[in-house]
């Protein structure tokens, strides 16, 4: 399982940035994806998911109706739209990838996604100015 995050970078209060999660190594038949994001001095949360069995999108509290989760199936590649970005949005990104119930425990249910997700990319930083 390989996966490889881009898109992150500087952008001011207010931008928008588009992060993009390429997976190999397997199906959306094995896993789900999800973004995680870990800010400076913080643990690793849960942002977002989308259920692979009906397309419904989770989301953290915090990003709900700036943030947009989408899934291209024939690239295996998990989008995240980010707009109208704020100073706290600032963190590393990544995304993981674990049988949809995992994804959705960490991402929903709040579990702790360091003890419970193995499969991760090496994250692309967010920095937002203000």
């Known amino acids: 399982v390989q996966l490889v995050e881009s898109g992150g970078g500087l952008v001011q209060t207010g931008g928008s940035l588009r992060l993009s999660c390429e997976g190999s190594g397997f199906t959306a038949d094995d896993y789900a994806i999800g973004w995680f994001r870990q800010a400076p001095g913080k643990r690793r949360e849960g942002v977002s998911c989308?259920?692979?069995?009906?397309?419904?999108?989770y989301y953290t509290g915090s990003v709900k109706g700036r943030f947009t989760i989408s899934y291209d199936n024939a690239r295996n590649t998990l989008y995240l739209q980010m707009n109208n970005l704020k100073p706290e949005d600032t963190a590393v990104y990544y995304c993981?990838?674990?049988?949809?119930?995992?994804?959705?425990?960490?991402?929903?249910?709040?579990?702790?996604?360091?003890?419970?997700?193995?499969?991760w990319g090496q994250g692309t930083p967010v920095t937002v100015s203000s």
């Open positions: 989308i259920d692979p069995n009906d397309g419904t999108t």
């Open positions: 993981a990838a674990e049988k949809w119930a995992a994804i959705y425990n960490t991402v929903v249910a709040g579990v702790w996604a360091d003890d419970y997700l193995d499969h």
